[in-house]
Each structure stands twice: as structure tokens, then as C-alpha cells.
């Protein structure tokens, strides 16, 4: 991991550098200067100016501009705010917050400083997903540090500023990775998701004006804050400035994690970056973004990985997992693997959600094992298509668009395995 040649952009430059994860291996490389400047130098609203002009967008899924998001937090509200940190990196296929976590914990500190100070935040809550334990440590040892050297407290820097942060620990469901199933696991209840309105900047953590952002989000800003928007810019498309970290797993000759502009063909990443299909064998399908993003086919794989480009072939960026499947495997096999997930883990509050995830599951388990009809098909797409925009959350569309996706470029792959009674590939991944 992290070896490759290609890993030589700003958030991961040092991360093969022994003492960078220390405070002062990452003082010596310019670390913590970005947020003496915010402080001491820029008004609030100036950060979330250079923020938004910079175009920032969310890296936990939805691609949410982040200096728009941290302008709804009320400004003339006595209660106290809060900043939360999502490092729940639950998504399947999802494996690029774990390093920021691991190597970059200041930076993304850095970075929470810079948007508490924009926002106005007295506290940041920091959510690991249960499983991240060596992540944990690091953050937790991070944070010790930036308290001793006086970056956090009740003086930071000596400008009289306050802000503090924890680390809460979650304990294993996808569902606290959605803002509000998040921030109810925070308060120490069921995590499931709120109705919004209220949303988060008016009703958050506590009932306290919140905003939530990811570990790679908050890990972009001190670049930002340092080198300027325009620099930023420099990376990416016009619509999706910067870089992201694509993580690549499945049939590839080097999984791992990759630095590279927004915009960049995903058949760049699969064939240059992570060393193509082994054995020789076609590529048959990639998801672009984490599991729950609806795959391309083989023949799509041009698309540039920015959302302007990906909307177009009815997918999106997700968290940039990419996950690559080559010609042995059989799609409803993968679609089995997915619907099992989703209907394990769905929180059962609303009922398209619940008893949809379900019907999917049980449908496409049936046509796998040979005992489907031609008309499973098309009742499967009719569950998936009545699961989405009707829900409290997006997890029930996170659900229906991975099976909608699978069915709308293998349809073929669930015919067969009716006409046949049987699964035609008996060289794909064992269930
Ligand atoms: C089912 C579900 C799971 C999610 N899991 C995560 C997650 O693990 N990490 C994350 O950062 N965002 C996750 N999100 C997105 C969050 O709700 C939220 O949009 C994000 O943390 C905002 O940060 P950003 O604007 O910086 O991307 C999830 C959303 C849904 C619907
Ligand atoms: S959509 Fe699913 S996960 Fe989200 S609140 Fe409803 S039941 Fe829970």
C-alpha cells in the first residue's frame, strides 16, 4: 500500500515518511502554519469564502460543497457548536479514511481547526467506526500531542480561541456512517437516522448547531488554507477541483490506495495505476465508488471520475472505491453479496427500506441457486425502483442503485441463470 510511484500528491506526500505522523515530523513539513494563519490572519468568513471558492466537495459520498455547508451554521445562535468528524468508513470497498487516520491524523486535525475557527465550533466530536482500532490509537495519540503543544484547548496558540476535541468510538453498523444515525450513536442511542428538517446546523450533536464532514474533507483544507484556492483548483475538473484517494480492490495486480485528480479515467486507475486484470483475463464490470454506486460495464470505462462525468452514465463517485470485477464473475452472484449486506444492515425504521431490502435479497438468492422465473427480474427492478427517494435516509437508494445498476448492464447474466437452472459461471467467487 502506498507504494506505488503515483502516490506523490499533497495529502499523501509524506505518508511513507517514518516521523510524519508525529507532531514534529509534521511541524518540520510546514504542519500547523495553515491554521496560525486562519486564526491570527483571516475573519471567519473569509476561510469559508476560499473554501468555497477553492470548490471543495464532501469526500464521504455525496460530494456536498464544504464551504456551503459550514455557511449554514448559525451565526447569531448563543448555544454552543460543534464540528463532527465522520470516520465511520463503513462503506464496502471503502478503505482511504483508515490511512488518513493512521499517517495523516494532523492534517486532518489541522484541518478541524481550520473549520471550527470558520464556524465558529467549540468541539469537535471525532466518530471511528469500532473496527478501526490501530486508527483510533493514532488519532487519540495525535490529539494528546496537539493539547501538550497547545493547538488544542482553552488558549489555542495563545490567540484565546477555544476548541476541544474526543474520539468516540462506533461499534460496527453501516448505518452511524449517515450523519444522523451518526450523530444518535454519539448521544449514546440506537443509531437511527433522524427526519430532516431539522437538519444537522440547526438541530445536530446534542441538539447543538453541527456540521458534519469526512476525514478526507477536513483533510483538504489546510492545503487549501495554505496555498490558496486557485492552487487547489490546479487539480481536477472545472466542476471537481482537487485530488481524491481511490481505493482499489478486486481483480487488479496492485490493490491500494491512489492519489490522483479528480477526473481521472478509470481506466487509467484500473490499467495503469493498480496494474490491470491478472491472468490476462477482460475486465467485466467496475463499481466506481464504494459498493453502494451502480457499476459500468466494461465498455464504459472512459468515463473521467468526477461526478459531472459519472452522473452522465446514471453512477457517482461515492467514496472512490473502485472495485473491479473481471470476466469470471458472475453478476448475480455479486448482486446476492450486495442485497445480503444492505438488508442486514438496514436500521428497519422505514418500511420500503426494510422489507425492500429484504424482497431483493430473497429474489435474487432465489434466481442464483436456478429456481427463478423470467418475471423475478422484473419484479426485483420494480422493488429496487420503489425503494428510492421515499425513505428518513439514503440507505434504502444506496441499496436499489447498486441492484438497478446490475441489472441494468447485466440483465443478461439473470436471464441465464433462469433459462439454464443453474449459475453459468462455475469459475466466479464462491458465496
Ligand atoms: C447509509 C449511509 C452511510 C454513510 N456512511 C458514511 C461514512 O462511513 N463516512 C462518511 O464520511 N460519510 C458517510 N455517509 C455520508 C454522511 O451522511 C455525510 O453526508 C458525510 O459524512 C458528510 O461529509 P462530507 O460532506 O465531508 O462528505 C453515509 C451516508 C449514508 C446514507
Ligand atoms: S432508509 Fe433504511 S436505514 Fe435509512 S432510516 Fe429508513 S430504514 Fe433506516
Given at each position: 500500500m502506498l507504494e506505488s510511484p503515483y502516490v506523490t500528491q499533497y495529502l499523501t506526500e509524506h505518508f511513507s515518511e517514518a516521523d510524519y505522523p508525529t507532531l514534529e515530523g509534521y511541524e518540520r513539513r510546514g504542519g500547523y502554519r495553515a491554521a496560525r494563519k486562519a486564526i491570527t490572519e483571516m475573519a471567519p468568513d473569509e476561510v469559508i469564502e476560499t473554501v468555497k471558492t477553492a470548490g471543495l466537495q464532501g469526500r464521504?459520498?455525496?460530494?456536498?460543497s464544504a464551504g456551503l455547508k459550514w455557511s449554514?451554521?448559525?451565526?447569531?445562535?448563543?448555544r454552543p457548536k460543534y464540528l463532527v468528524c465522520n470516520?465511520?468508513?463503513?462503506?464496502?470497498?471503502?478503505?482511504?479514511d483508515r490511512i488518513l487516520l493512521e499517517r495523516g491524523a494532523h492534517q486532518m486535525l489541522e484541518g478541524i481547526l481550520i473549520a471550527a475557527w470558520a464556524t465558529g465550533a467549540c468541539a469537535t466530536f471525532i466518530y471511528i467506526r469500532g473496527e478501526y482500532a490501530y486508527p483510533a490509537v493514532q488519532v487519540e495519540r495525535a490529539i494528546a500531542e496537539a493539547y501538550a503543544k497547545g493547538?488544542?484547548?482553552?488558549n489555542v496558540m495563545g490567540t484565546g480561541f477555544r476548541h476541544d476535541v474526543q474520539v468516540t468510538r462506533g461499534a460496527?453498523?453501516?448505518?452511524?456512517?449517515?450523519e444522523t444515525g451518526l450523530l444518535e450513536s454519539l448521544e449514546g442511542k440506537k443509531g437511527q437516522p433522524r427526519k430532516k428538517p431539522p437538519f444537522p446546523a440547526q438541530?445536530?450533536?446534542?441538539?447543538m448547531p453541527t456540521t458534519v464532514n469526512n476525514v478526507e474533507t477536513f483533510s483538504h483544507v489546510p492545503h487549501i488554507i495554505g496555498k490558496g484556492a486557485d492552487w487547489f483548483r490546479g487539480?481536477?475538473?472545472?466542476?471537481s477541483p482537487g485530488t481524491t484517494i481511490f481505493g482499489v480492490s478486486g481483480h487488479v495486480v496492485r490493490p491500494g490506495l491512489y492519489e490522483l485528480p479528480l477526473g481521472t479515467p478509470l481506466s487509467e486507475i484500473v490499467f495503469e495505476h493498480a496494474g490491470?486484470?491478472?491472468?490476462?483475463r477482460k475486465v467485466?464490470?467496475?463499481?466506481?465508488?464504494?459498493?453502494s454506486m451502480p457499476i459500468l460495464p466494461a465498455?464504459?470505462?472512459?468515463?473521467?471520475?468526477?461526478n459531472e462525468f459519472l452522473r452522465e452514465r446514471k453512477t457517482m463517485l461515492g467514496t472512490g472505491g473502485v472495485m473491479v470485477m473481471d470476466e469470471t464473475t458472475c453478476m448475480v452472484r455479486a448482486a446476492s453479496v450486495i442485497s445480503y449486506f444492505f438488508r442486514d444492515e438496514s436500521?428497519?425504521?422505514?418500511t420500503q427500506c426494510r422489507e425492500g431490502t429484504g424482497w431483493m435479497h430473497k429474489i435474487i438468492e432465489r434466481i442464483e441457486r436456478g429456481?427463478?422465473?423470467?418475471e423475478d427480474i422484473d419484479v426485483l427492478g420494480d422493488v429496487a425502483g420503489k425503494m428510492?427517494?421515499?425513505?428518513?435516509?439514503?440507505f434504502a437508494d444506496a441499496a436499489a442503485w447498486p441492484i438497478q445498476g446490475l441489472l441494468r448492464h447485466f440483465r443478461d447474466d439473470f436471464v441465464e441463470h433462469v433459462r439454464q437452472r443453474?449459475?453459468?459461471?462455475?469459475g466466479s467467487f464462491e458465496l
Open positions: 464521504g459520498g455525496a460530494g456536498f449554514f451554521m448559525p451565526k447569531d445562535d448563543e470516520a465511520d468508513e463503513s462503506e464496502p470497498g471503502s478503505f482511504k493547538y488544542l484547548g482553552e460496527g453498523a453501516y448505518i452511524c456512517g449517515e438541530y445536530g450533536a446534542f441538539g487539480f481536477g475538473t472545472e466542476k490491470g486484470i491478472p491472468g490476462g467485466k464490470g467496475v463499481i466506481p465508488g464504494g459498493m465498455g464504459q470505462l472512459d468515463v473521467p471520475m468526477a436500521c428497519g425504521q422505514c429456481a427463478g422465473e423470467e428510492e427517494a421515499k425513505t428518513i435516509c439514503a443453474k449459475c453459468p459461471f462455475p
